[in-house]
């Protein structure tokens, strides 16, 4: 009689666990069976809605770039990285949607201010805000290069930025979005200009030069020849490719006439002998920074300072050995 009284009205100690255990299992599966019907029940209203409701406008809800930079507190190229992994999502996502991003330019415009040498969005920004469902329109093609130029700014020996923005300058914004003849033909000079530009930093780069390259047409084409001639020349100075340089010699040969062509020949030469002879180790963009090599001895006294061997710079040295090409005849 003891033993029943002690285990009480709910049955002995030990049931009692296995009968919560039991009611909860029952409260899961109830409360789970309730939820599969209320989503079952609202998933066709939801996607009929989904089809129907379309975006059709961006709202940006950011700040001008320089209170971008304040909010940032400090974390600026965190943010950017942030905000970059944003612009390539969503330029995903409208390209999907056959709509424009119409906040992409914004967006760049806060990424290069928080972090103004960040490559990647002034590399691919031609290709982003041009790459849209609709017609781009003339202020985007002129904000492009506004953001490419501010890239060169930022990055002034970044020879792939150079040639990503004469490209863009002198080829793909006149070819396809440009319609006034006079600015086409200026746009298209200054973007030979930049791809000058982008030929001499890519001398270690032959890709680089290559495609530079097409920059000496625009500028013969337009009729800046001694533009041309200067391109061609300075691509070849910095430039260790040898078909290349075949190219640009035989380039060289036609624009400047078989006495000129030889004595720029003979100058490549003896620079070329001077490299071999003097640092043999170094690239030839290297050895054009360091300059000529000086015989101290012998150019003491200043008996022989017109003389090339006693030349401080590559320009003294050129002009000094043309004019002992003048004396010779």
Same mark, same amino acid.
């Given at each position: 009689?003891?033993?029943?009284?002690?285990?009480?009205?709910?049955?002995?100690?030990?049931?009692?666990?296995r009968?919560?255990?039991?009611?909860?299992?029952?409260?899961?599966?109830?409360?789970?069976? #309730?939820?599969? #019907?209320?989503?079952?029940? #609202?998933?066709?209203?939801?996607?009929?809605?989904?089809?129907?409701v379309?975006?059709?406008?961006?709202?940006?809800?950011?700040?001008p770039?320089?209170?971008? #930079?304040?909010?940032?507190?400090?974390?600026?190229?965190?943010?950017?990285?942030?905000?970059?992994?944003?612009?390539?999502?969503?330029?995903?996502?409208?390209?999907?949607?056959?709509?424009?991003?119409?906040?992409?330019?914004?967006?760049?415009?806060?990424?290069?201010?928080?972090?103004p040498?960040?490559?990647?969005?002034?590399?691919?920004?031609?290709?982003?805000?041009?790459?849209?469902?609709?017609?781009?329109?003339?202020?985007?093609?002129?904000?492009?290069?506004?953001?490419?130029?501010?890239?060169?700014?930022?990055?002034?020996?970044?020879?792939?930025?150079?040639?990503?923005?004469?490209q863009?300058?002198?080829?793909?914004?006149?070819?396809?979005?440009?319609?006034d003849?006079?600015?086409?033909?200026?746009?298209?000079?200054?973007?030979?200009?930049?791809?000058?530009?982008?030929?001499?930093?890519?001398?270690?780069?032959?890709?680089?030069?290559?495609?530079?390259?097409?920059?000496?047409?625009?500028?013969?084409?337009?009729?800046?020849?001694?533009a041309?001639?200067?391109?061609?020349?300075?691509?070849?100075?910095?430039?260790?490719?040898?078909?290349?340089q075949?190219?640009?010699?035989?380039q060289?040969?036609?624009?400047?006439?078989?006495?000129?062509?030889?004595?720029?020949?003979?100058?490549?030469?003896?620079?070329?002998?001077?490299?071999?002879?003097d640092?043999?180790?170094?690239?030839?963009?290297m050895?054009?920074v360091?300059?000529?090599?000086r015989?101290?001895?012998?150019?003491?006294?200043g008996?022989?300072?017109?003389?090339?061997?006693?030349?401080?710079?590559?320009?003294?040295?050129?002009?000094?050995?043309?004019?002992?090409?003048?004396?010779?005849?």
């Amino acid at each position: 009689m003891g033993a029943r009284a002690a285990s009480g009205p709910d049955g002995p100690p030990a049931a009692r666990p296995r009968l919560s255990g039991a009611r909860d299992a029952l409260v899961t599966l109830a409360l789970a069976a #309730v939820a599969a #019907v209320a989503i079952g029940s #609202v998933r066709a209203p939801a996607a009929d809605l989904e089809r129907r409701v379309k975006e059709t406008s961006d709202v940006y809800v950011l700040p001008p770039p320089d209170d971008v #930079v304040t909010l940032s507190l400090g974390y600026r190229a965190a943010l950017a990285d942030l905000l970059w992994s944003h612009v390539l999502v969503s330029q995903g996502l409208h390209t999907f949607e056959r709509r424009r991003f119409e906040n992409l330019t914004l967006l760049l415009d806060s990424i290069n201010a928080l972090d103004p040498t960040f490559r990647d969005p002034y590399l691919f920004a031609d290709a982003l805000i041009t790459f849209q469902a609709s017609t781009t329109p003339r202020e985007e093609i002129l904000k492009a290069r506004e953001i490419m130029e501010r890239g060169v700014k930022h990055r002034p020996l970044d020879g792939e930025l150079w040639l990503a923005l004469g490209q863009f300058v002198a080829f793909i914004a006149p070819a396809g979005y440009l319609t006034d003849p006079d600015e086409k033909a200026q746009w298209r000079l200054d973007g030979a200009r930049m791809l000058q530009r982008a030929a001499e930093l890519g001398g270690g780069d032959a890709g680089i030069s290559w495609q530079a390259l097409g920059g000496a047409g625009i500028l013969g084409r337009a009729g800046e020849r001694e533009a041309q001639i200067r391109f061609l020349q300075r691509t070849l100075a910095v430039t260790d490719d040898e078909e290349l340089q075949q190219q640009i010699r035989a380039q060289l040969d036609v624009l400047l006439g078989e006495r000129a062509a030889e004595a720029y020949r003979r100058r490549l030469d003896g620079f070329a002998e001077l490299w071999r002879r003097d640092l043999p180790f170094v690239s030839k963009t290297m050895m054009l920074v360091l300059g000529p090599p000086r015989d101290t001895a012998y150019c003491a006294g200043g008996a022989h300072a017109d003389e090339p061997r006693c030349a401080t710079t590559w320009r003294a040295w050129a002009e000094r050995l043309e004019g002992e090409d003048e004396s010779a005849r």
